[in-house]
């Protein structure tokens, strides 16, 4: 299994980020892709979550409203779309893969693949 993480980068506030994950070595469908995003010093934390065939979605409060998640299994992508960024987001972005229980799809525990982090820095 390898998922990567990519389309971080250097934006000013109110700017928007695409974040894309590929993923392969599972079936997709199965699968949680789950965004998550640990800043200096800050525990790892969700973001947003869909599910196998993309027909939910899961975005923690901070998010709610700005981001927006989706995928496409037949090219083994999910992203990440971030709107109106604020100076908060800035953290390095990973996504995993998992079978998470709903109540717990904000929590890394839930997911037992990880690609490398991706970083976004948003100025103020």
């Known amino acids: 299994v390898q998922l990567q993480a990519s389309g971080g980068g250097f934006v000013q506030a109110g700017e928007s980020l695409r974040l894309s994950c590929e993923y392969s070595?599972?079936?997709?469908?199965?699968?949680?892709i789950g965004w998550f995003r640990q800043a200096p010093g800050k525990v790892r934390e969700g973001v947003s979550g869909?599910?196998?065939?993309?027909?939910?979605?899961y975005y923690s409060d901070a998010v709610k409203g700005r981001f927006t998640i989706s995928r496409d299994n037949a090219k083994d992508t999910v992203y990440l779309q971030m709107n109106s960024l604020k100076p908060e987001d800035t953290a390095v972005y990973y996504c995993?893969?998992?079978?998470?229980?709903?109540?717990?799809?904000?929590?890394?525990?839930?997911?037992?693949?990880w690609g490398q982090g991706t970083q976004v820095t948003v100025s103020s």
């Open positions: 995993a893969a998992g079978t998470p229980i709903i109540s717990e799809i904000m929590k890394p525990s839930g997911f037992g693949y």
């Open positions: 070595g599972f079936a997709p469908d199965n699968y949680y």
């Open positions: 869909i599910s196998g065939v993309g027909d939910g979605t």
